[in-house]
């Protein structure tokens, strides 16, 4: 089945840990997105990739860190200068070539937790 | 600069109902709106989406109206299930660019 998987489902993490949150998708899209969700404020962007080896800030960066070394792959960072960082995280992708008139594909969701 | 403006932030219907979900934006250059549903600890999906070459678009009970002069879309749910209950996003973009603008989300719920 081709999608994405984000992982783990539960995070919890004590406050001035740094914590990686997964990312794979075998959809061969070269786009992918990081979102963070909280109640009533929609979704809102930290990062974004269109090609490999490359990203760029989102609207809510601060205290993120990404990489995308693979295509297939774009695990996020949220470190401890993050200062309220419980929220539910969601990895999208896309497919090129449609100039942004493209479905996103979204996982589903990291819930992170910080103690 | 919130560029996709959602309303109602809730909504409660009795199944059975019409569902109605609507968006305003600002930028003119958006050419592409998709609606997004999201069930409770799940990630979005694609509901339905328009181009603003067409004024309406169905798919089964969904359709989503488009009215381009008042910069307006809107999606209707028809014969509302208990089902149907999920956080409707709706969603801009435009050519160029990979980033879509999204609402704030309206949360559903379909009552037996």
């Known amino acids: 089945d081709g999608g994405i998987t984000q992982s783990p489902k539960y995070l919890f993490r004590k406050e001035g840990q740094n914590v990686t949150l997964s990312c794979e998708q075998n959809?061969?899209?070269?786009?992918m997105y990081w979102y963070r969700q909280d109640p009533g404020q929609g979704l809102r962007l930290i990062y974004y990739?269109?090609?490999?080896?490359?990203?760029q800030k989102g609207d809510i960066a601060e205290g993120y860190s990404v990489s995308r070394e693979k295509k297939e792959s774009f695990p996020l960072t949220v470190t401890s200068a993050q200062k309220n960082p419980t929220a539910f995280y969601l990895c999208?992708?896309?497919?090129?070539?449609?100039?942004?008139?493209?479905?996103?594909?979204f996982g589903p969701g990291t819930r992170l937790t910080v103690l | 600069q919130q560029q996709v403006k959602q309303s109602p932030q809730s909504l409660i219907v009795q199944k059975g109902g019409i569902s109605i979900i609507n968006c305003a934006y600002e930028?003119?250059?958006?050419?592409?709106f998709p609606w997004y549903q999201q069930f409770p600890g799940k990630g979005p999906a694609l509901l339905i989406a328009?181009?603003?070459?067409?004024s309406e678009k169905k798919e089964g009970r969904f359709t989503i109206s488009f009215n381009k002069s008042a910069k307006q879309f809107s999606l209707h749910i028809m014969d509302s299930q208990p089902g149907d209950s999920a956080t409707y996003f709706c969603?801009?973009?435009?050519?160029?660019?990979?980033?879509?603008?999204f609402g704030r989300g309206t949360s559903l719920i379909v009552h037996p």
């Open positions: 999208a992708s896309s497919p090129s070539g449609t100039s942004g008139r493209a479905e996103q594909f």
């Open positions: 959809l061969n899209h070269d786009a």
């Open positions: 990739s269109q090609i490999v080896n490359d990203f």
């Open positions: 930028n003119t250059a958006f050419d592409y």
């Open positions: 328009i181009r603003p070459d067409v």
């Open positions: 969603a801009a973009s435009k050519g160029g660019s990979y980033i879509p603008t």
